[in-house]
């Protein structure tokens, strides 16, 4: 395994991008994020709206990361962007900021929710040594050859699809238990513009994280000028569309009261939809989707920090790969962070730090697409975000709107949320000086 590696091959088809862009959205978020949403807002046109709203938004930004993607094809993500579009500090903080808050914590958070679920068919199972042992099975088939975590990932992706069809299609024909309107009624609009649905906003935007997911792997895909627009696209419709349904299902099915407040939501709605053995059948559907959650996003994590590795001198043991292409160490330091986030935290304090960082890098980099069209016009962009300007306001505003809602609701938590980012810049400060003089996160781009 060599310190610094050749460019990686080009072996990431646009089909495999597409489903690692849904398998990275469809998580924890949409089996447990609707628990937290319906003690504030007990309406159903009020939830529908907040998916509806998070999955717009997600397009906004999935679409104007397709331009950058392409503009600067090199994977690493907000890592790259930031770099090069503001300065390399900002990169480094946001690709720390990725590597613990983008991936290890989710990563965590799957696992979590992987080990509450197993409960639900194993009763006796302790949810903590589920959790670490999906894990740990999980990083052996990872740090194999890449085309075989490719055709497991399509081959989970498919799965996880398919089941969460069949939760909507059994959904469909299952008998409401009480009054719910889809249509807005009093109220609702003064629930639409409150500050509890702006915070459950939050919620919804980190079920839809992973919308920007094969920007992370330009460098591995083949003709990435076609295929990133196309994956982040495609596959962020494709989740809006599941989202959509299965919440209206699961609030169509179960009382509102029932699932407020807890976590394992889809638990709660098993037996409404599958009669007395539905919490066992939900709890089985669920841990095999999360599966392929868990597979992609500790796929993915990874290359962040071995484009952190290539570009800073204090980094470089990160950025070995194997033969067969795999960044091995990367994987195992992203398998160690997990680890430390199942031991130490709980399932809420992981998300809302995490979704506060994550969301304040998705604003700066879509701000980046005025800033790189102004400060380098001659710049080739093979794809142009569609419906320019509009399309990076709104997203810029909504992000706006729920960053400003966190801070003034959950101070704590953005403290938090906010010292890891500070961390990330100590962290570049300490590194840049053993660093060659060359800038971290900028280098020539590779024709696509």
Same mark, same amino acid.
């Given at each position: ?6 460019? +990686? ?29 319906? *003690? ?20 906004? *930004? ?5 331009? @950058?993607?392409?503009?600067? +094809? ?13 300065? #390399? ?24 929710? /992987? ?8 009763? *006796? ?14 990083? #052996? ?9 490719? $055709? ?9 699809? !398919? ?11 299952? &008998? ?19 500050? +509890? ?17 094969? %920007? ?29 349904? !299965?919440?209206? !299902?699961?609030? $169509?099915? %179960? ?18 939809? /599958?009669?007395? &053995? ?24 990874? =290359? ?10 204090? @980094?470089?043991?990160? &950025? ?8 091995? =160490? ?13 031991? %130490? ?14 969301? @304040? ?12 069209? $102004? ?6 962009? +093979?794809?142009?975000?569609? *419906?320019?300007?509009?399309? #990076? ?14 801070? $003034? ?40």
């Amino acid at each position: 395994m060599s310190d610094l590696p050749p460019t +990686p091959t080009r072996s990431i088809s646009g089909l495999t991008a597409t489903s690692i862009v849904v398998a990275n959205m469809i998580g924890t978020g949409i089996f447990t994020s609707l628990g937290f949403q319906v *003690g504030d807002l007990p309406s159903g046109f009020a939830i529908l709206m907040l998916w509806w709203v998070g999955g717009l938004c997600a397009l906004c *930004g999935a679409l104007c990361y397709a331009e @950058l993607a392409t503009a600067l +094809p090199r994977s690493g993500g907000e890592y790259h962007f930031l770099g090069t579009i503001y300065h #390399p500090s900002l990169g480094f903080m946001a690709g720390w900021i990725s590597a613990t808050a983008g991936f290890a914590a989710p990563v965590a958070m799957a696992a979590m929710a /992987f080990g509450k679920y197993l409960t639900g068919v194993w009763p *006796g199972v302790p949810p903590l040594a589920a959790s670490l042992a999906v894990v740990w099975l999980a990083t #052996p088939l990872l740090l194999g050859d890449a085309k075989l975590g490719s $055709r497991f990932q399509n081959a989970s992706t498919l799965l996880k699809v !398919v089941l969460i069809l069949c939760v909507i299609g059994v959904g469909y024909f299952a &008998a409401s238990t009480h009054a719910v309107a889809f249509l807005p009624q009093r109220g609702d609009l003064a629930l639409v513009t409150s500050g +509890p649905f702006a915070v459950s906003l939050v919620w919804v935007m980190f079920s839809y994280s992973g919308w920007n997911a094969s %920007t992370y792997i330009v460098g591995e895909m083949r003709n990435p000028s076609r295929m990133i627009p196309l994956s982040v696209g495609l596959g962020t419709l494709v989740v809006m569309g599941l989202y959509l349904a !299965v919440n209206a !299902v699961f609030v $169509r099915s %179960t009382p509102l009261a029932e699932m407020a407040g807890k976590v394992e939501v889809a638990l709660t709605a098993g037996p409404y939809l /599958f009669g007395g &053995a539905g919490t066992r059948i939900m709890a089985g559907l669920i841990c095999v989707g999360l599966v392929s959650t868990i597979s992609a996003m500790m796929w993915i994590g990874p =290359r962040v920090m071995v484009v952190m590795g290539e570009d800073l001198r204090g @980094l470089r043991w990160l &950025a070995g790969r194997s033969k067969q292409g795999t960044p091995v =160490r990367a994987t195992l330091a992203q398998f160690v962070l997990v680890n430390l986030f199942l031991l %130490t935290s709980s399932f809420e304090q992981v998300g809302t730090c995490a979704m506060l960082v994550l969301q @304040l890098c998705a604003f700066l980099t879509v701000l980046g697409v005025f800033v790189l069209r $102004r400060t380098r016009p001659e710049l080739a962009r +093979p794809y142009r975000t569609w *419906g320019y300007p509009v399309t #990076p306001l709104v997203f810029l505003a909504v992000s706006a709107w729920m960053l400003w809602y966190v801070v $003034r609701c959950k101070p704590v938590e953005s403290l938090v949320g906010l010292g890891v980012a500070a961390l990330g810049l100590i962290l570049y400060l300490l590194s840049a000086k053993k660093s060659p003089s060359s800038p971290p996160a900028i280098r020539h781009h590779e024709p696509l």
